[in-house]
């Protein structure tokens, strides 16, 4: 057997087990559980503490265990067996024009007809590639991305050039594009850091809002005047997570937001990561049930 021919068997075995990665458990339908996706590695998380009826949870988190024991290379390379590739096949770089806005963003999963859309918004100094790289923060954007392709959704990790008016402005433009991509199907944006202006900016603006199902906060600066927004009038699920020793934005003015929400009986979760730093949330966040729980309110 030729060389050539080796390859082109290569290419085909990895084309067709891309595609059992990629149809496992089936597209899920918009409001329906999403297909499992390396649960064993990432859901299995001991609950410290619980509140309010479980919508507040304390998780343990140890550093050498989390990272240290879960990394190949601390920080930079997670362990082979948290990832699989086959989702690349389904992910492109775009610059996106939104109303003569440029905005470029990595796509994983259909251009059109998704199930359901997730956006993450990354911090300061990030850009799209963080929210893409399959080996960074244990390998949760890797589930992130085959959790959603993989239940026939699509996921969106774009370069936000700032975190004010502008940044929330080009970001309701890829709401409203991926809205119209696959219409009437749910949209989750996601912000990290200081990327949760953009969040607080998007909670504000009642087009947006209208194309919104839910939203992910995690290690984000509070927004004290929320409750006067369109997302809080329109009761879309929100879902906080933080570590409690974030030393850029304190866990607790996110919790007492949380406490006054829930107190209101507004839809609303809190995880708090035990000794968790800033990052922790992005690392240790179980995607497939916050978006489980989004998806199903």
Partial sequence: MSTS???VISAIAAFFLSAVTLSSGGPARAAGALAPFKDELFSKQTVLQTGDDGAFEVIDYDEMRDINGRDQIPQKRVQQKYVALGIRKA????????DGVSLDVTRVGPAQNAAFTVIFIHGRDGDRRLGANDYSFGGNFNRLKNLAAGNGGVYYSPTVKSFDSNGAAAIAGLIRYASAQSPGRPVILSCASMGSQVCWGIARDEASVQRLKGMLIMSGVTDPDFTRSAFYRAKLPLWFAHG??????????????????YKAKYPTRFT?????NHGTPIRMIDWRRVLNWILAA
């Fill in 244 to 261: 409690s020793r974030d030393p850029v934005y304190a866990a607790s003015d996110q919790q007492a937001l949380f406490e006054r929400l």
């Fill in 5 to 7: 021919d080796c390859t």
């Fill in 91 to 98: 992910q492109v770089d775009q610059t996106l024009s939104l």
């Fill in 272 to 276: 708090l990561f035990q000794t968790g």
